[in-house]
């Protein structure tokens, strides 16, 4: 295959996710799959309801860097955990939320039990339409970066 140019390679079928293929990190070729980009790359949409509990270390945007969220269905509040600070070294996690908010409709982000977010063991709370958080692991808690109001 080095002899080919890109443009002469045969186009590939479907992707499924799971084909792996070579990606270069600080001059060493490694192993990743599709599914690992396309959460660098495509937002997670998550709809959220009163109760609802999703925990960001188990839940399929374990990987997730920008996360839209949804309301649906009445007033009331919700919450999503942080992963690990310390198993998230050096992540990136964006949350926004859409049109559907409004005061009366609550996301508690909450770090990891022990950890801190923002130095306290508390929740950051999304209450509005077009509200945004991004929060950054040092390897031992979670830093709120940036936020829109």
Same mark, same amino acid.
Not at 18 to 38: A, G, I, L, R, Y
Not at 41 to 61: F, H, K, R, W, Y
Not at 85 to 109: E, M, P, Q, W
């Given at each position: 295959? !080095?002899?080919?140019?890109?443009?002469?390679?045969?186009? #590939?079928?479907?992707?499924?996710?799971?084909?792996?293929?070579?990606? *270069?990190?600080? /001059?060493? &070729?490694?192993?990743?799959? *599709?599914?690992? *980009?396309? /959460?660098?790359? *495509?937002?997670?949409?998550?709809?959220?309801?009163?109760?609802?509990?999703?925990?960001? !270390?188990?839940?399929?945007?374990?990987? #997730? =860097?920008?996360?839209?969220?949804?309301?649906?269905?009445?007033?009331? &509040?919700?919450?999503?955990?942080?992963?690990? #600070?310390?198993?998230?070294?050096?992540?990136?996690?964006?949350?926004?939320?859409?049109?559907? =908010?409004?005061?009366?409709?609550?996301?508690?982000? +909450?770090? #990891?039990?022990?950890?801190?977010?923002?130095?306290? %063991?508390?929740?950051?709370?999304?209450?509005?339409?077009?509200?945004?958080?991004?929060?950054?692991?040092?390897? %031992?808690?979670? =830093?709120? +970066?940036?936020?829109? !109001?």
């Amino acid at each position: 295959m !080095a002899d080919k140019k890109i443009s002469q390679l045969s186009s #590939a079928s479907p992707l499924q996710g799971d084909e792996t293929f070579p990606v *270069v990190q600080s /001059n060493t &070729t490694k192993k990743t799959d *599709v599914h690992s *980009v396309k /959460n660098y790359i *495509v937002p997670t949409n998550l709809t959220v309801s009163q109760g609802t509990i999703v925990d960001l !270390a188990e839940d399929v945007s374990d990987n #997730a =860097f920008l996360i839209k969220l949804t309301w649906s269905g009445g007033n009331g &509040t919700m919450e999503i955990y942080l992963p690990s #600070a310390v198993s998230n070294t050096n992540r990136t996690i964006r949350l926004v939320s859409d049109g559907t =908010f409004t005061s009366n409709t609550k996301v508690h982000l +909450i770090p #990891a039990e022990g950890e801190e977010l923002d130095g306290s %063991s508390t929740f950051y709370q999304i209450n509005k339409s077009y509200e945004g958080i991004k929060v950054w692991s040092d390897g %031992s808690e979670w =830093f709120i +970066i940036q936020k829109k !109001a």
